[in-house]
């Protein structure tokens, strides 16, 4: 299994961001699948949840109405669509797929500050 994050970076406050993750060495459209943040000194959050087909959808408070998750299992691909960014979403973020295990991308970096 291997998750691969990719379009953090810096962005004013708000501004928007769109993350990917490339998944692959299992059958993505079987799984719903997640995103994570953690930001320094702060405990793992999870952002939002897909559901295997994407018809489901859930977020956190902290990013209602500002994040969309969406999935393309066409190109077994994931993505958080972040919109209104604020400091506090500054973070490292981590797209998550549970199999029998839990298997987690290495992350990619999101700065929000002007």
Same mark, same amino acid.
């Given at each position: $299994?291997?998750?691969?994050? *990719?379009? #953090? @970076?810096?962005?004013?406050?708000?501004? &928007?961001?769109?993350?990917?993750?490339?998944? !692959?060495?299992?059958?993505?459209?079987?799984?719903?699948?997640?995103?994570?943040?953690?930001?320094?000194?702060?405990?793992?959050?999870? $952002?939002?949840?897909?559901? *295997?087909? #994407? @018809?489901?959808?859930?977020?956190?408070? &902290?990013?209602?109405?500002?994040?969309?998750? !969406?999935?393309?299992?066409?190109?077994?691909?994931?993505?958080?669509?972040?919109?209104?960014?604020?400091?506090?979403?500054?973070?490292?973020?981590?797209?998550?797929?549970?199999?029998?295990?839990?298997?987690?991308?290495?992350?990619?970096?999101?700065?929000?500050?002007?």
């Amino acid at each position: $299994v291997q998750l691969v994050e *990719s379009g #953090g @970076g810096l962005v004013q406050p708000g501004g &928007s961001l769109r993350l990917s993750c490339a998944a !692959s060495g299992f059958t993505f459209s079987n799984y719903a699948m997640r995103w994570y943040r953690q930001a320094p000194g702060k405990e793992r959050e999870l $952002v939002a949840v897909i559901s *295997s087909a #994407g @018809g489901n959808t859930n977020y956190a408070d &902290s990013v209602k109405g500002r994040f969309t998750i !969406s999935r393309d299992n066409t190109k077994n691909t994931v993505y958080l669509q972040m919109n209104t960014l604020k400091p506090e979403d500054t973070a490292v973020y981590y797209c998550v797929a549970r199999l029998s295990t839990a298997y987690w991308g290495q992350g990619t970096p999101v700065t929000v500050s002007s």
